[in-house]
């Protein structure tokens, strides 16, 4: 992998031909190892500059900005006063557990003259090292140009493609909070489909699906991506397996109904959303989901004619915890039993709906795991479509029965 990046940048390519020890880490930096400096007693110390990288496709990167990130305390000069021009201030960047070693305290921001942009990589690297390192190779023959390569920098185990986004705008640790997830989307119809390109968008680690129906035209209309004519009639598991398959790892989709017979499917599953317009099959998955212990949220969209003739009607998302699963079921938010006079049935084409009960449902579930800001208390949130209005149900007292 990185032989191929070497290949493929030519500023890397000089890096390494110099002699500077360098590693791309998962969170998309590049990082510049043995970078030498002189504390503020004048003694040698060794940091680490840290890039972020601005990847143009699965190889092929260029410069993020001007600035740098230091691994080390404030570099000085041989006078024994703080290098001079430097700039920036105290920061800290989120790298992956493989570079646990790398603790990056402060910014560096220096700007070229004229352009005000670097050439590339090796120009830019080159202007800070002779900033941060040449006092240390003044007064310590220090060297910076070590020739030594990180070898345990490993694929992505998720993406197939590097998860720019998520680098830039500095969120990694809070993706690591999903990493370790194994997640169930059961129905892959209008909801479940969003549910299932907004999940193949996050790092958790394995994505089961369910859904014994076939994929037709009306289907192409409430759910996200192209349509392929040679895709009418597989199944849907096969048409969306096949759609984010090179997007990422982790991902098996199952043509088949989850039952009883089928619950095994589950044993790894920490977390599952329920998408299925029909009852008795929902009463089944949750007697399945609340006997093995597995939180769930359980997504609903009921359309129905007014008496003008238009559309009204509710959506919904239940979270189901593993604590209180039984007593958010005896509060009856869901149908567990057909309602004859649900138009949603009948496929009408309501895929901005469907996204939108998707993200209500993937929203909740951030903010269970830590991503977004929340007490985590709400059960219930509905939104209603003629008002607009979304009102949340927050979870129990504890003092109640």
């Avoid at 493989?98 to 305290?105: A, N």
């Avoid at 984010?244 to 089928?262: A, I, M, P, T, V």
């Amino acid at each position: 992998m990185f032989q191929k990046l070497v290949n493929l940048n030519s500023d890397l390519k000089q890096l390494v031909d110099k002699g500077y020890a360098l590693s791309v880490d998962t969170t998309n930096h590049l990082i510049v190892h043995d970078i030498p400096y002189l504390d503020s007693t004048g003694q040698l110390r060794i940091g680490a500059i840290v890039c972020k990288l601005k990847f143009l496709d699965k190889f092929r990167f260029e410069q993020n900005d001007h600035q740098i990130y230091f691994a080390g305390d404030t570099p000085y000069a041989v006078d024994g006063n703080p290098v001079r021009g430097l700039g920036g201030g105290a920061c800290t960047i989120n790298l992956s557990p493989t570079f646990s070693d790398v603790v990056v305290q402060r910014s560096f921001s220096v700007k070229p003259k004229g352009a005000g942009k670097y050439k590339d990589h090796f120009h830019k690297l080159e202007t800070y090292v002779g900033m941060i390192s040449g006092p240390a190779i003044n007064k310590h023959n220090a060297n910076p140009y070590t020739f030594r390569l990180r070898e345990e920098v490993l694929e992505d185990p998720v993406f197939k493609f590097r998860d720019t986004l998520t680098s830039r705008s500095d969120l990694g640790d809070l993706s690591e909070r999903l990493s370790n997830e194994v997640v169930a989307i059961i129905g892959l119809g209008g909801t479940g489909a969003y549910l299932l390109d907004f999940l193949s968008k996050t790092p958790v680690k394995e994505i089961i699906g369910f859904d014994h129906d076939y994929f037709h035209v009306h289907n192409t209309y409430r759910s996200p991506g192209r349509l392929d004519e040679e895709e009418l009639g597989l199944p849907k598991a096969e048409v969306y397996e096949r759609r984010y398959q090179n997007f990422r790892h982790g991902l098996s989709l199952k043509n088949q109904c989850l039952d009883e017979e089928s619950s095994h499917l589950l044993e790894n599953v920490t977390f599952a959303f329920v998408c299925v317009d029909n009852g008795d099959s929902r009463k089944e998955i949750f007697d399945i989901l609340i006997r093995m212990g597995i939180p769930f949220i359980d997504t609903g969209l009921g359309v129905k004619r007014s008496s003008a003739g238009d559309l009204n009607g509710m959506l919904r998302a239940t979270y189901f915890s593993t604590e209180d699963a039984s007593r958010v079921r005896e509060k009856k938010c869901a149908n567990e039993s057909e309602d004859p006079n649900n138009l949603y049935k009948s496929n009408i084409q309501i895929s901005e709906l469907n996204a939108l009960n998707a993200c209500m449902a993937i929203l909740q579930y951030k903010q269970i795991k830590g991503f977004y800001e929340g007490e985590n208390r709400t059960f219930d949130t509905r939104f209603n479509v003629s008002s607009f209005l979304m009102v949340r149900e927050n979870a129990f007292n504890e003092n109640e029965d």
